[in-house]
């Protein structure tokens, strides 16, 4: 009995975007819209992602949009930084503008072609890539000064795992930064990360004139050492 996958066919369809980030304009390619899909070899079914959450990993949502902006003017001379569930990877591809040593991961297998995609619209170097399990407790890739996410506390049983992962790659000397749309999680997000050693401030994001709607999210910085 063959037991292979095998899901629909569609072209995807996609949107340009240029967004003003202070001086820069990052060029981006994204899903046209949350109707996307596309997995005909069942890749992202094997990974557990749903038709229905297929497309999440592909457009620009306000958290990531005011992390970018976050992103502007921060301080990143000398410190290696990673994005976490990047996404279309906004901030990653500002801080590679900037010169940054910007490292991006996520766990949807299409992320690392679109991003490949987007720094080449950009005529920018590469961004190191590499496609992360929070469960699987991979710690290959080094360690790092400045951590960075948005809308990553989006299901209660992953937070355990999300703030593991954040200490396997994180410095004794670090800096969290996390967009957070306004979930319920950031209790226990914020209670697993003082377990490794970080101290919490929440903080507003300020204006959100750019977004299409106020954003009522909040920043939550974390910080050790």
Request: some cysteine.
């Amino acid at each position: 009995m063959d037991n292979h996958y095998s899901g629909p066919v569609v072209p995807l369809r996609f949107r340009y975007q240029t967004f003003e980030l202070g001086s820069e304009d990052i060029h981006l390619r994204s899903l046209r819209d949350t109707q996307q899909y596309s997995d005909p070899a069942g890749t992202a079914h094997d990974l557990g992602i749903s038709a229905a959450n297929w497309s999440l990993f592909g457009v620009v949502w306000d958290s990531s949009q005011v992390l970018a902006r976050l992103m502007v003017d921060f301080e990143i001379g000398g410190k290696r930084i990673l994005e976490v569930g990047c996404g279309m990877a906004l901030s990653s591809l500002l801080l590679n503008r900037r010169g940054g040593d910007i490292t991006a991961t996520d766990y949807h297998p299409e992320t690392g072609a679109f991003l490949q995609i987007n720094t080449g619209l950009n005529e920018d170097r590469d961004i190191p890539y590499f496609r992360a399990d929070w469960d699987a407790g991979e710690i290959s890739h080094g360690l790092f000064d400045l951590i960075i996410g948005s809308d990553l506390l989006y299901e209660r049983s992953k937070v355990p795992s999300l703030a593991r992962f954040i200490q396997d790659h994180a410095l004794p000397r670090c800096e969290v930064l996390v967009v957070d749309p306004g979930r319920r999680q950031q209790g226990q997000f914020s209670k697993h990360m003082s377990h490794y050693g970080f101290s919490y401030r929440k903080e507003m994001p300020g204006a959100s004139s750019h977004l299409e709607k106020p954003f009522s999210g909040s920043v939550l910085r974390f910080r050790r050492g």
